[in-house]
């Protein structure tokens, strides 16, 4: 069987705390998954559960406080500046807000190139490269020479899905990359995610708060509460055949168009969140 592409065990991450003597907040208390090559992994809970530092772990922009994280077999957790821009080649991210993840005053033909010439690539080959990179996203070669501002949002998250296709990644950290985006445009943009990953093979960690959209695009899924990863599997069996409370809370969010099965919905949640209040409390000991 080979080996897993990226693999966690016992990720702990954890944010100092400013003040004499106050000791690190810990976000991200030992965590284990890993992504197969060319499989999706959706990370999957609220705001605040520890989500997103995770993917930022992964990418070195959070301090891996434990544990360790691999990939491709190579111990990742505490690499220098030289050896992550070295490892740039193999895992690139998307990030969500597309306003804000496109530098304003650099066209996008540049903005594209740019990976590509800090790794040695002459100017000629990354143009071709480039024009390559926008035709694959559906967009025309003009748009090279244009700036973000004169592109939707949709657009713009295309964009920077050729930016992070540039150099050819095995692994793409995809970090709520539709939540920004009105929902026909996140089906293109996820339909997009989903054809270059047959096409090119490569595997996403994807980052969301949305079980609905998990559920489309991973093969596997991973439910975060509070910092630890309390259900996983496959997407079928983590939606269908839930067993966590948390879990199924999340499922019980979604809405639904029938306003009677909504209202039950909601009876359901708060059962269900009332039942985990309680499960926290004990294992707080009191």
């Known amino acids: ?17 400013r003040g004499l003597g ?3 907040i810990e976000i991200v208390h030992g965590v284990d998954f890993e992504v197969g090559r060319g499989e999706t992994l959706g990370i999957v809970g609220e705001s605040g559960s520890g989500k997103t530092t995770i993917g930022r772990a992964i990418l070195g922009l959070a301090m891996v406080t434990g544990g360790s ?4 077999g190579r111990d990742i957790s505490h690499l ?24 304003p005053s650099l066209t996008i033909g540049a903005t594209l190139a740019e990976p590509l010439i800090v790794q040695g690539w002459d100017k000629a080959k990354a143009t071709r490269r480039v024009l390559d990179l926008l035709d694959r996203v559906g967009l025309p070669k003009n748009a090279a020479a244009r700036l973000p501002r004169e592109f939707s949002g949709g657009q713009r998250q295309r964009i920077a899905i050729a930016r ?5 990644p095995r692994l793409i950290v995809c970090d709520e990359p539709v939540s920004a985006l009105d929902l026909s445009t996140q089906a293109t ?7 270059i990953q047959r096409e090119q093979g490569v595997a996403y960690l994807f980052v969301s708060h949305d079980l609905a959209v998990v559920r489309h695009i991973s093969h596997r899924t991973a439910v975060v509460y509070r910092g630890d990863i309390v259900e996983q599997g496959s997407t079928r069996q983590v939606t269908e055949q839930a067993e966590h409370p948390y879990t199924q809370r999340l ?23 009332a039942a985990q209040r309680e499960a926290d409390l004990q294992a707080a000991g009191f």
């Not at 943009?189 to 054809?195: R, S």
């Open 1 to 17: 069987m080979n080996a897993p592409l990226l693999k966690a065990d016992g990720l702990k991450v954890s944010y100092p705390v």
């Open 22 to 24: 106050k000791k690190p």
């Open 69 to 72: 994280v691999r990939f491709d």
């Open 80 to 103: 220098g500046a030289r050896d992550r821009r070295d490892l740039s080649k193999g895992i690139q991210v998307v990030f969500q807000d597309p306003y804000s993840s496109l530098n």
């Open 164 to 168: 992070a296709l540039a150099p050819s």
């Open 189 to 195: 943009v996820m339909d997009l995610l989903i054809d």
């Open 251 to 273: 499922l019980l969010a979604a809405p639904v168009a029938d306003p009677l099965r909504q209202e039950k919905r909601r009876a359901d949640r708060e059962r269900l969140r």
